[in-house]
C-alpha cells in the first residue's frame, strides 16, 4: 500500500495491490463491518471451579451479541444474602462547630494488594438488613462513629469484568459536637486493623494526593474519583483538573 500526496503535500489517496487508486472517503465496499447484533446476550450457566469461604471462582457460559456461545471466568461472594447488594460503602462526613468539614477514611492493610489502602469505611449487608442499617454498623465499627444517613445510592456494581460483586453507597453526616463522637472508639472485630483518618473536604484530593507521596498506599478508585469530584466542585468548576496534568 502506498499514500500519495498532493504538491502542497497534503493526502492525495492510496493504491493497493487490490483495488484501483481511490481518493479519501471514496467507498469501494470491500471494507469489512463489524457483525450486527442478532440476539439478547445472555448466560446459559455457571460451574463452580473452585470456593472457599468468603469467594469462589465459576466458568460462566454465556451467548453474545452475535450468537455466539462464549466462556468467562467469574469470582463471586459466598456470602451474598437476599438483598440485591453485598455491601455497602459510606462516605462520611464529620461537621464540627469552628472546624472544617472532614471526610471520615480508612486506612487498612490489604493482602491483595500487599500494601495499605485508602478506602471508604465500607462493609457486609447481614441478612435482614437494609443498606442504611448496615452503613451505620459499619462506620461505628471501623470508625467508633455515630451518624444519620442523609441518601442512598442505588445498587452499582464493583468489577464487572472480573465479579458480579455490588455495592450501595450510603451518605452519612456526622455531629461531632455531640458527646458521643466527641472520643469514638472503635468497636473491631478479630484481625481487623483500621486506622481512621479525617480529610478535609475542601483540599480532599490534595491531601490524598500529599499522602500517596509520603506513603506506599493504594487509593480506592472510588475515593480518588470522588476527590476529583469534589475538587472540580471548589476550585475548577469548568475545567477537570487530571485533564491538565
Not at 3 to 9: C, R
Not at 137 to 151: A, D, N
Request: a neutral charge; glycine letters at 8%; aromatic letters at 6%.
Amino acid at each position: 500500500m502506498q499514500l500519495y500526496f498532493t504538491s502542497d503535500k497534503k493526502p492525495l489517496g492510496l493504491y493497493t495491490t487490490k483495488s484501483s487508486f481511490r481518493f479519501p472517503g471514496h467507498n469501494t465496499n470491500k471494507m469489512s463491518s463489524p457483525s450486527k447484533a442478532t440476539t439478547i446476550p445472555h448466560v446459559v450457566k455457571e460451574e463452580v471451579i473452585a470456593s472457599g469461604k468468603w469467594l469462589k471462582l465459576e466458568k460462566t457460559t454465556y451467548v453474545d451479541p452475535v450468537g455466539t456461545t462464549r466462556i468467562w471466568e467469574t469470582t463471586k461472594r459466598t456470602t451474598r444474602q437476599t438483598g440485591a447488594a453485598d455491601g455497602v460503602g459510606i462516605i462520611a462526613l464529620l461537621k464540627r462547630t469552628l472546624h472544617k468539614d472532614c471526610v471520615v477514611m480508612v486506612k487498612q492493610f490489604r493482602p491483595p494488594m500487599d500494601c495499605c489502602t485508602l478506602e471508604f469505611p465500607a462493609g457486609l449487608i447481614d441478612e435482614g438488613e437494609s443498606a442504611e442499617t448496615a452503613a451505620l454498623r459499619e462506620l461505628k465499627e471501623e470508625t467508633g462513629y455515630k451518624g444519620e444517613v442523609v441518601g442512598v445510592t442505588p445498587v452499582t456494581c464493583l468489577d464487572p469484568g472480573l465479579s458480579n460483586c455490588t455495592t450501595q453507597i450510603v451518605m452519612v453526616n456526622i455531629n461531632g459536637d455531640d458527646m458521643e463522637n466527641t472520643d469514638p472508639t472503635q468497636q473491631l472485630g478479630d484481625g481487623e486493623f483500621v486506622d481512621v483518618l479525617l480529610i478535609p473536604l475542601d483540599e480532599f484530593q490534595k491531601k490524598i494526593d500529599d499522602l500517596m507521596k509520603k506513603e506506599k498506599i493504594v487509593v480506592d478508585s472510588k475515593v480518588y474519583i470522588y476527590g476529583m469530584g469534589m475538587s472540580q466542585a471548589f476550585f475548577k468548576p469548568n475545567e477537570l483538573r487530571v485533564l491538565k496534568q
